[in-house]
T-cell receptor, first 115, second 114 residues
């Protein structure tokens, strides 16, 4: 079974802190994604990566950055956390591109609260 | 522009009732993929089905069935004889052929009461 693991289920951070959310997948997937989930807004894509050291902005990249130094690990970084970044963060991975692309597999989510 | 609309924010039913979750999508592409995911209270999105735009056959998997109609740009999901374990948030999503990104609807929260 594909496993996507996020390092924390719950996090509480202070405004202005630098926050790292870690995600690891064990199926050698090329593609990895970070989504943010808010009530009434569904899931919105923050960043994604289709290869090591490669990244592309999603729909809401402002205030975030990412790092992918190894194929299995994709980190989301909040450079200076703000209260409007309080949300559920979901990591996902998938294999292949275009017609070969599989469904995305998701981690269990990290609920981040910024106080 | 690509968009997925799930107009039903929340649905409540009693066990054993049938329930249909609506999904309407917008795309100008001729090739695309549609998905349904389930998010139980544990938080992890669970993949249910993927359908490509050339396959309009309806699909049935146990108590679950999906009705894909390109003429109305809809991909609706029906649960027959609902159970309490079906209580979750359900997301419909769209992916363009030449990208790997999913575009999600806002989700429908289904509550099944005993």
């Amino acid at each position: 079974d594909v496993k996507v693991t996020q390092s924390s289920r719950y996090l509480v951070k202070r405004t202005g802190e630098k926050v790292f959310l870690e995600c690891v997948q064990d199926m050698d997937h090329e593609n990895m994604f970070w989504y943010r989930q808010d009530p009434g807004l569904g899931l919105r894509l923050i960043y994604f990566s289709y290869d090591v050291k490669m990244k592309e902005k999603g729909d809401i990249p402002e205030g975030y950055s990412v790092s992918r130094e190894k194929k299995e690990r994709f980190s989301l970084i909040l450079e200076s956390a703000s209260t409007n970044q309080t949300s559920m963060y979901l990591c996902a991975s998938s294999f292949g591109t275009g017609a070969r692309n599989t469904e995305a597999f998701f981690g269990q989510g990290t609920r981040l609260t910024v106080v | 522009a690509q968009k997925v609309t799930q107009a039903q924010t929340e649905i409540s039913v009693v066990e054993k009732e049938d329930v249909t979750l609506d999904c309407v999508y917008e795309t100008r592409d001729t090739t695309y993929y549609l998905f349904w995911y389930k998010q139980p209270p544990s938080g992890e999105l669970v993949f249910l089905i993927r359908r490509n735009s050339f396959d309009e056959q309806n699909e049935i998997s146990g108590r679950y069935s999906w009705n894909f109609q390109k003429s109305t740009s809809s991909f609706n999901f029906t649960i027959t004889a609902s159970q309490v374990v079906d209580s979750a948030v359900y997301f419909c999503a769209l992916r363009r052929y030449n990208t790997d990104k999913l575009i999600f609807g806002t989700g429908t929260r289904l509550q099944v009461f005993p």
